[in-house]
């Protein structure tokens, strides 16, 4: 289908990710919003149990330095977020779209466009540290055939871009990142 | 039953939706009511988890836009919101009615009646976008035995209109829609 | 037991079902109180999900046509609404108690008491319409022996009655309902 | 044990109930307590659903005779209650203790004292109506044994009282009762 | 372990209870807080459903006797309690437990010590009745390892002191108790 | 992987813990965040019901203590305090990291930095006393594999020093503990 093709201008609160499932690698979207509200969050799109505690994970270290991040410090009380991954009816699990939720959700209370161009990958911990995950040649090549043109990469997972086939690693920008600050500075637009 | 006969006048909050189960096939009616209230939302219908997720990632887009259609605000915590699909005992699941159940909720919340001849099928995304689903044939087949004239498909099933025998083809206006906009465009009365 | 004989007064919030079991037909009563609250919901008697789904979809109704019944619009957050079923012990399911449960709780809501020999089955919907619903042969018997002398029936199952004997079909009434606002007609007293 | 002894005083919110189990009939108390509170109900000793919902039955009955009774109709409210049936390892269900459990709420909420020597059993509606129930003979038998004088039993079970032997059944005084008004009568202290 | 020796001073919320599980009898520690909250109850050390049913229990009959006792009347909405039993991975379950968490209980609210030479075991009603437990023998001989002298039983146990050795029986002072107001005297340091 | 290694400053909100797995020991980081909100508590990483258990007790103990502490006392409403233990899709459970998590929250509260070169473990009670846990052999190993020169172990562990290679024992500082305070003496800089 064409919609795992990355086309059209940058957005706000859209970050591509990378999965690696049973079939292969996919890119996946991760899609918030932010709406004046009573600080619900919702997360659809089958997310596993160890994905909704990324999500929430993410949460609470953006508002450990919501101040440094120009973010209202209240907004866990005055906003509804909805985390939401298309395609609603697969599920997906595990701690690797971290980073990706993350920046995200980042995107959209910041009101910072995502570079198009951009996916990433990175388990991410309560300080904002990225962990290192598994599939990395796979989830390179989904999103090489997606048309990304950079990708972030877990600075622990420097090795693993040794396997991914000369040809597509030559035409892809690796950013290997540490803190989910580095991945902002790569994803969002200044 | 005659009750699957699409007749009567044009409604607010009742859409029809195209489902495809084992036995072939069927038209659903998604139903909505918007009264005062505290900001409920209640399902019922024996909806499955991915369908209500799906009409909570819905109701988050009407939320996001609700200033360009018109719909105040704060609904989410002064209206309580309704979604039931009838045959009550019948379970249903699955992505396919976002579009559905997003033009069926607008409809209540703008007053404005729904198309009796337009039925439409298709996954949505937090942002509005329209994404491709099974079953086309099948329930394009049901729509057409119900007495539909008018389908509204995602763009990304194009190619399965191929598959539609000609004598349905040819009684039946098929709209490709990329957005809930789209869908609002063809299947809401001005 | 004498419990299941129709007998005494007209009551006010107390209407008499048909359900279809394995042994057969049967006759349920089904109980509503509305005493002042916060706007809490208990449904007993041991009811499956779809008829706890069933009794819902019947409230949101009601709220919707709030001001045509001369229902307080506030009900919803100022009672708590009761409905029972007995027998306690015995699991009950099904969508075909709709209307049975809707106009109970209409009774309660408006003060106005149910006709004592009427009897009645059928799914509702959200908008009030009446679906058919299966099993009318045995449910008509079980009626018939617990001394009920009119039957409101689905329009839709109006082929059915050609099953019943013909020594019990010429004992009973049957009407033919397509909405809520016709089993109000011929249930509650004026 | 000679915790089963009926002795003592008459106390308020403390009733005998007749439980019908695998090993033959026993009795057990139903102790109620009501304390300032925000309306929280308790239900402790391992009761089953269908007794928890015996019990939601008879607060909803005694709520909508509140004034008739002498109760403040706001206790909902202002008042935590809490059903508590010893022996609390013991699983215990069954819709039987409906007007046991009542009948000692309504002593625990209007400081009316019940009689020691009075036991009862009976399924209860939302009416206040008294249904029949099973295991009477073991029922009577156990209560023999543990001293009681006095049973109230649901007037539909009044041919079970035959199978009774004939020597229990002269010491015993049996009152056939239509209504929780009826058990009031016959067990609270005037 | 060193843990399982009762020594130290007289402490505020500490009581020794006494488990019969699989392998013989154990102490067992109940430990409880209360600090300025909101009303919750927080058990945790793996207890099972019917020993938090236990403990629940006990906090009615503290509320129904708080005046007597000394206690604030609205500690169930100005406190939070904590009721705690090590070692956390083990899990606890059963009524016996009852009259130990009660007396805890009463000790924190009241800051009145608990006397560190005396254990107890025993179900209570609410009404603060103590109901006769199973496993005395080996409970009792926990006890004696863990430097008890002092062991709390229920009145109804009485004759399941004949089965405790007699070099042990001599060395320890047996309460029979038939109430809360029973193990409160014998329990706490006035 | 990189990450296990010890290394960077000393951090407020940051403990080492040490786990016993399957295939040997591991360190585990416990990580907290405390900011501003309405008094949840949100626990992630995949913990277990007894870890989940053990956390709420080491928070009930810091509440009974805060004053002493210098902690404000009234956080449990005030504060939303998050506990996160990556790596996030490795379940873990047990009571051994009680006194790593507590420390790791008083770390938190009261802003003072947690010792890199020290890791605990050991189960705690409400009253803040340290239990023996299990594992230790396995679990020096790993601390001292991941750059760990002092750790901290419950008292009542000290004959299991003996069971650790002489090379590693004379490498690393152990300290016995018998209580929370004990851990925070060595753990946290003044
Ligand atoms: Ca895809
Ligand atoms: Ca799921
Ligand atoms: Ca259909
Ligand atoms: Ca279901
Ligand atoms: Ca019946
Ligand atoms: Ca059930
Ligand atoms: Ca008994
Ligand atoms: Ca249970
Ligand atoms: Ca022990
Ligand atoms: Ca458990
Ligand atoms: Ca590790
Ligand atoms: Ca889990």
């Known amino acids: 289908y064409r919609y795992d093709i990355i086309e059209g201008e940058n957005e706000i609160g859209v970050t591509t990710g990378l999965a690696w499932t049973i079939v292969g690698?996919?890119?996946?979207?991760?899609?918030?919003?932010?709406?004046?509200?009573?600080?619900?969050?919702?997360?659809?799109?089958?997310?596993?149990e160890v994905m909704q505690e990324s999500a929430k994970a993410g949460i609470s270290y953006i508002r450990s330095i919501a101040d440094k991040l120009?973010?209202?410090?209240?907004?866990?009380?005055?906003?509804?977020?909805?985390?939401?991954?298309?395609?609603?009816?697969?599920?997906?699990?595990g701690p690797s779209a971290g980073v990706t939720m993350c920046t995200a959700i980042i995107s959209t209370l910041t009101n910072k466009p995502v570079r198009k161009n951009v996916a990433m990958t990175g388990e991410i911990t309560l300080r904002?540290?990225?962990?290192?995950?598994?599939?990395?040649?796979?989830?390179?090549?989904?999103?090489?055939?997606?048309?990304?043109?950079?990708?972030?990469l877990p600075a622990d997972n420097e090795r693993d871009i040794d396997d991914i086939p000369a040809n597509v690693r030559k035409k892809i920008e690796f950013v290997l990142i540490k803190t989910v600050d580095d991945a902002l500075e790569h994803a969002l637009v200044k």
């Open 25 to 48: 690698g996919d890119t996946l979207f991760i899609e918030t919003t932010c709406v004046p509200g009573t600080g619900r969050l919702v997360l659809t799109g089958q997310l596993g």
């Open 70 to 93: 120009g973010i209202q410090e209240d907004f866990y009380k005055t906003q509804d977020l909805h985390i939401h991954i298309p395609e609603g009816a697969t599920p997906k699990d």
């Open 128 to 152: 904002g540290k990225v962990l290192p995950v598994g599939g990395i040649r796979e989830k390179v090549l989904a999103a090489y055939r997606a048309g990304i043109t950079k990708i972030l």
